[in-house]
């Protein structure tokens, strides 16, 4: 059964670094996509950083690039995102999640079947 588990989250002031982690169990990585969205207090759900585990494919999108990164640990099979840069519109819940179609969608949730549990980032001086 897939599993995910979200860790990693806290307070930070701005301009400070996190590192998010997801844990993965019961799949096959090279059959799925991988997503870290947020979501922050009355907003919709947002996709920041993709990663295709067959290729290595990755895609950010533009609120987050060139501050956040994804990467894979092969022998833990956990994924994470570096966030570097932090600013207080960062603040979010963070969720990691599959879809089996090995795409980036960072614009549709719906599209993900398997969801981590979500880990509290608050950007605050």
């Known amino acids: 059964q897939v599993h995910l588990v979200d860790s990693g989250g806290g307070l930070v002031q701005p301009g400070g670094s996190l590192r998010l982690s997801c844990a993965t169990s019961?799949?096959?990585?090279?059959?799925?996509?991988i997503t870290w969205f947020r979501q922050a207090p009355g907003k919709e759900r947002e996709g920041v950083s993709c990663l295709v585990f067959r290729n290595g494919l990755t895609e950010d999108a533009d609120s987050v690039k060139g501050r956040f990164s994804i990467a894979r640990n092969n022998a833990e099979n956990t994924v994470y995102l570096q966030m570097n840069g932090l600013k207080p519109e960062d603040t979010a819940v963070y969720y990691c999640?599959?879809?089996?179609?090995?795409?980036?969608?960072?614009?549709?949730?719906?599209?993900?079947?398997?969801w981590g549990q979500g880990t509290q980032v608050t950007v605050s001086s």
């Open positions: 019961g799949f096959t990585l090279e059959d799925y996509a």
């Open positions: 999640a599959v879809n089996p179609y090995r795409l980036c969608v960072l614009s549709d949730p719906q599209v993900y079947d398997y």
